[in-house]
């Protein structure tokens, strides 16, 4: 069985710290470099419930998108989550790692994660790393579809992709506009307005998008043709990247012969629990799609 260190050696080579962004917080929260490694659980949060998965799973390893600790503490006391789940973890010898901002620059990173479960051609990324001379590492991707599908349609195909939420996917935008080309970014995307609009794509699918942001871009589009905006739960846009990092670190453990076993966390940890589509004015039937999860 490999070493902690070894482990972690090698999830740097597939995301390397470096490529985080400068506030970010990625890497090892806390573990033993010298513990053996067996089973490792992959999640988006490192929340109470992750943790307690990974202690009945019998993990060695917690791998999070998201970091525990994004600015600095003074307190690991167990009074507080973040110290509760850092009890937990240690108790239990479990080592946490962290790979976030430089997870989403990767090739393949979160959002050709997002791309493929939703089944978009990645073509390029959409902020494109200048530090990476192949041009494929960067933010988010834009994508294409195999033929052009009306946008109510599309919204079907992001929710079905994903899974499921309480949100659900909701969109802006005619719903019969014909949708071909697409960027993606997983996790909240509404800083990347300018890059999306400037690559000339039908629509955008992200998550967290607040009403100024987006009511400002649909008035954009009105004139211009701007993109059809799709939002999706944060946590689901990210969560296919457990399973793409799954298959990434079982085929580093095949090539060591480490054995790994190596599993994604099911539980939803998106903070929203509950959905209701909004009554009909007048006894009239809704217009849109409920967006209740399927
Ligand atoms: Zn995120």
Not at 252 to 275: K, M, N, Q
């Amino acid at each position: 069985m490999p070493a902690l260190s070894d482990v972690i050696a090698a999830l740097d080579d597939l995301w390397p710290p470096e490529w985080a962004e400068r506030w970010d917080a990625v890497g090892t929260v806390c573990g033993d470099p010298d513990a053996e490694v067996n089973r490792v659980l992959i999640a988006v949060d490192p929340v109470r419930e992750i943790a307690d998965e990974a202690v009945e799973l019998g993990a060695d390893l917690l791998l999070t998108h998201h970091p525990l600790y994004l600015r600095g503490t003074n307190t690991v006391w167990a009074g507080t989550f973040k110290g509760r789940v850092v009890h937990t973890l240690i108790r239990n010898d479990i080592a946490l790692h962290v790979a976030h901002t430089n997870a989403d620059r990767a090739d393949p990173g979160v959002s050709d994660a997002l791309a493929g479960a939703i089944g978009l051609r990645v073509v390029a990324p959409l902020v494109p790393d200048p530090a990476d001379p192949t041009g494929r590492r960067g933010l988010g991707r834009i994508c294409e579809l195999d033929a052009p599908e009306p946008l109510a349609r599309f919204v079907r195909r992001v929710a079905a992709g994903l899974p499921a939420t309480a949100q659900g996917v909701r969109a802006a935008g005619d719903p019969e506009r014909p949708i071909r080309t697409v960027a993606v970014c997983g996790g909240s995307g509404d800083s990347l307005f300018d890059e999306v609009r400037a690559a000339g794509v039908d629509a955008y699918v992200t998550a967290d998008l607040r009403h100024h942001p987006a009511s400002e871009a649909v008035q954009h589009g009105a004139l211009d043709g701007g993109p059809a905006l799709v939002d999706a739960a944060h946590w689901a846009t990210e969560w296919p990247w457990c399973e793409q990092a799954a298959a990434e670190l079982d085929a580093v453990s095949e090539r060591h012969g480490w054995g790994l076993r190596v599993h994604v966390s099911r539980t939803v940890t998106d903070p929203w629990t509950t959905h209701a589509a909004s009554a009909p004015a007048d006894g009239a039937a809704p217009t849109t799609d409920t967006g209740a999860p399927n």
